[in-house]
């Protein structure tokens, strides 16, 4: 089983090439099941149910979150009746939506997919490990994949997520920060793992946006309006196999057997 997972959406940018290249790259990959972050994919802050909509229905099966989940006030009304969008699980009780989906990827197999977030740096909300042991519980053992996206600031917090689950689940990769990192491996347990997945958008700012409004908040401090950047639009996502015919983990979910990077510029 191959599976897809999209780094950060940022903006039109960041919707225009997947709409153009994720036709082809599911089917020059033999993808069965995609996944993307979607948090940033209404100008570059939060997502709207007409956006949401569109890439749902574009070949993402599910969209995860993070701290920008809840930027755009008409998510709020929209977000509990399309569980395929998630928000990070480990929000107080009581928040719209569910930081948890399951469903049936194009094999037949039954996947899910938990979406975290971390606390350094970040808003100080509920503990992700010991959420990601209560919800991982929730779900049925016919569940054969599991892909957690943490959500994060730090490497160390998502580091630390990768060697907690490993063995539990089949892929923990992290998501925030836009900017790709080179550490993708297979951990011993049978987890695929990536620190960061990067940023699918324009490439020519400062993660996404444009420049001189994030360098003139550097300068002066002061408030600062920011807008998204326009070129040098690339695809980051990772491919990640499972190895369908051998042993499954402790939990009994697939193992990986690879994990790859791609990058992809706009035609």
């Known amino acids: 089983m191959r599976i897809l997972f999209i780094g950060d959406i940022v903006g039109s940018p960041g919707r225009r090439i997947v709409h153009d290249r994720l036709s082809d790259l599911v089917d020059h990959h033999h993808i069965e099941l995609v996944i993307a972050n979607g948090e940033n994919s209404a100008s570059g802050f939060g997502i709207t149910p007409r956006i949401a909509e569109d890439l749902l229905g574009n070949g993402i099966q599910v969209l995860t979150g993070g701290n920008h989940s809840w930027d755009r006030k008409e998510i709020f009304d929209y977000m509990p009746h399309q569980p395929r969008l998630l928000r990070p699980a480990n929000f107080p009780e009581g928040n ?144 990640i196999e499972t190895d369908d015919s051998g042993p499954r983990n402790e939990a009994g979910r697939l193992r990986a057997k690879s994990i790859a990077r791609l990058r992809l510029r706009a035609d």
């Open 96 to 239: 719209p939506g569910s930081g948890l989906y399951a469903g049936c990827a194009k094999n037949g197999l039954k996947f899910g997919v938990l979406n975290l977030q971390g606390r350094v740096f970040l808003p100080a909300i509920d503990d992700p490990f010991k959420k990601a042991d209560a919800e991982l519980g929730k779900l049925s053992d016919d569940v054969a994949f599991v892909l957690v996206d943490i959500h994060a600031e730090t490497t160390s917090e998502k580091i630390s997520m990768g060697w907690y689950l490993d063995g539990r689940v089949t892929a923990v990769v992290g998501t925030h920060t836009h900017v790709a990192t080179s550490d993708e491996r297979v951990l011993p347990n049978g987890t695929a793992y990536i620190t960061d997945v990067g940023m699918t958008g324009p490439h020519d700012g400062v993660i996404g946006m444009d420049r001189p409004g994030i360098i003139k908040k550097f300068l002066d401090g002061l408030p600062a309006r920011f807008e998204v950047a326009t070129g040098d639009i690339q695809m980051n996502a990772v491919v």
